[in-house]
């Protein structure tokens, strides 16, 4: 079965502060993808990839950068946290074309 | 923009009836079509999918498309309380087979 991991589950950040969120997948997927969910907006996608050393931009990639270095991990990173940044941010992996997405459990930001 | 609206936002059925979620989207010319189930503190789950215009069938889940009017449904027969979840409509638009999401039905199954 796909199998998609996140960390850390939950994170308190401060405003102005660097904020790191890491997803590996077991399923040599080629496509990785974060989300972010907030209520009534559903999924939002931020960023996301096509192998190793791709990223790109999403629909709302803005106070986000994005790492691809292997085939297994994607990182996304807030490099200076703003409270409108407190959300719940999920990663996902898919094959290419119209690939089922599998997605990981997610992980709670509360940026302070 | 491609824009994926769902209705209801909230739904109660009694354990044993059927489920039904709607789903509108903007361009007719989306690829698949696709629901994804969303249990409480967890990631979404995809559930079943539709490219062609008509019904696809998948144990107790029926899917309805019709690209015409730009609308999908899916039909949940025998609800159970685990089904118990946020629904979750995503259309896919181009070729790059990016998913646009709706916000979600959260559907309760009443014992």
């Known amino acids: 079965e796909a199998a998609v991991t996140q960390s850390p589950r939950n994170k308190v950040a401060v405003t102005g502060g660097k904020v790191t969120l890491s997803c590996n997948q077991t399923n040599n997927h080629n496509n990785m993808y974060w989300y972010r969910q907030d209520t009534g907006h559903g999924l939002r996608l931020i960023h996301y990839s096509y192998g190793a050393g791709s990223t790109e931009k999403g629909d709302i990639p803005d106070g986000y950068k994005a790492s691809r270095p292997s085939q297994e991990n994607f990182s996304l990173i807030l490099e200076l946290a703003t409270p409108s940044q407190t959300s719940v941010y999920f990663c996902a992996s898919g094959g290419t074309g119209g690939d089922t997405q599998y997605f990981g459990p997610g992980t709670r930001l509360l940026v302070l | 923009q491609e824009k994926v609206q769902q209705s209801p936002e909230s739904l109660i059925v009694p354990e044993g009836a059927m489920s039904s979620l709607n789903c509108t989207f903007s361009?007719?010319?989306?690829?698949s079509i696709w629901w994804y189930q969303q249990h409480p503190g967890k990631g979404p789950e995809a559930l079943i999918s539709i490219f062609s215009n008509g019904n696809k069938k998948e144990g107790r889940l029926t899917v309805y498309l019709n690209r015409a009017s730009l609308h999908v449904s899916l039909h949940i027969r025998d609800s159970q309380p685990s089904d118990s979840a946020v629904y979750l409509c995503?259309?896919?638009?181009?070729?790059?087979?990016?998913?646009?999401w709706g916000s979600g039905t959260k559907l309760i199954i009443k014992p």
């Open positions: 995503a259309v896919s638009m181009d070729s790059n087979y990016q998913l646009i």
């Open positions: 361009n007719s010319a989306s690829q």
